[in-house]
């Protein structure tokens, strides 16, 4: 499995031009792009189209698949990286029993990544690719007025551990890092976060009796983000 990270900050700014990088896209991606009026939700879907085409031409390691390499980018230098390919690729999706979209084939051949999950907050966009259905989140942390929402989608264990931070700045960064793990496995499932509060992400506890079917990948974020990762085990699907 691979973990692409871009910053689209250079879009933000304006330093590199959109249609550089809408040049770069596929028509589905692109045509889904140039719906989206407010800049900030376009330089963002124009994100992941950049990472899909990373994703879709990029070959796996059969010995690394319960393995999470990441690769960080900038939006110049994810576009030289691209121009290896000499025309953006064209990829037909198909989707899940859940609604889940994935390559129509492995496209790089019988080594090539067949499944893909995307996220984005804030100035970041990152995709995970993987031989088999996989789940990512990243959330930015932004200053909380309450925890009310952990009241609805935590364990009693999880607002125990919110509970016992003093500190403000230490209960936010445990809630997000909560909430991360919970979104990606609910986007793994494809079944929404309401599958998602089925997992006590407090140590030694199992979600659900699910935990064993599911493999996590600590992920380093950048400042003020987190990140999550998880796929299925090979031997459990």
């Known amino acids: 499995m691979k973990i692409y990270l871009l910053s ?3 879009l933000q700014e304006k330093i590199v031009p959109e249609t550089a990088c809408m ?3 596929d028509s589905y991606r692109r045509e889904k792009a140039e719906q989206m009026k407010a ?3 376009r330089y963002l879907s124009i994100g992941a ?3 899909l085409q990373l994703a879709g031409s990029e070959r796996s390691d059969r010995e690394q698949v319960d393995r999470a390499q990441i690769e960080i980018f900038s939006v110049t230098q994810l576009l030289c990286r691209l121009e290896r390919n000499l025309s953006p690729r064209e990829f037909t999706y198909v989707y899940g029993a859940k609604g889940k979209p994935q390559f129509a084939d492995k496209l790089g051949g019988t080594d090539g990544f067949p499944f893909f999950n995307l996220s984005h907050s804030g100035s970041y966009v ?3 690719a993987a031989d088999r259905e996989v789940g990512i989140d990243i959330q930015q942390m932004r200053p ?3 925890f009310r929402v ?3 989608y935590f364990s009693a264990r999880e607002r125990e551990a919110l509970e016992a931070c003093e500190e403000l700045q230490l ?3 445990l809630f997000y890092e909560i909430w991360v793990q919970k979104e990606a496995y609910a986007k793994l499932t494809g079944e929404g976060i309401g599958t998602g509060i089925l997992i006590d992400t407090m140590p030694s506890v199992t979600p659900e009796g699910k935990a064993e079917s599911v493999v996590w990948h600590g992920m380093e974020a950048p400042a003020g983000y987190c990140m999550a990762v998880c796929t299925y085990r090979k031997d459990a699907l």
Request: aromatic share 0%.
């Open 144 to 146: 909380m007025r309450n």
């Open 39 to 41: 800049p900030g939700a």
């Open 8 to 10: 689209i900050q250079e």
């Open 49 to 51: 189209g950049l990472l």
């Open 126 to 128: 990152c995709c995970a």
């Open 171 to 173: 209960r936010e960064r």
């Open 23 to 25: 040049s770069r896209l």
């Open 150 to 152: 952990a009241d609805r």
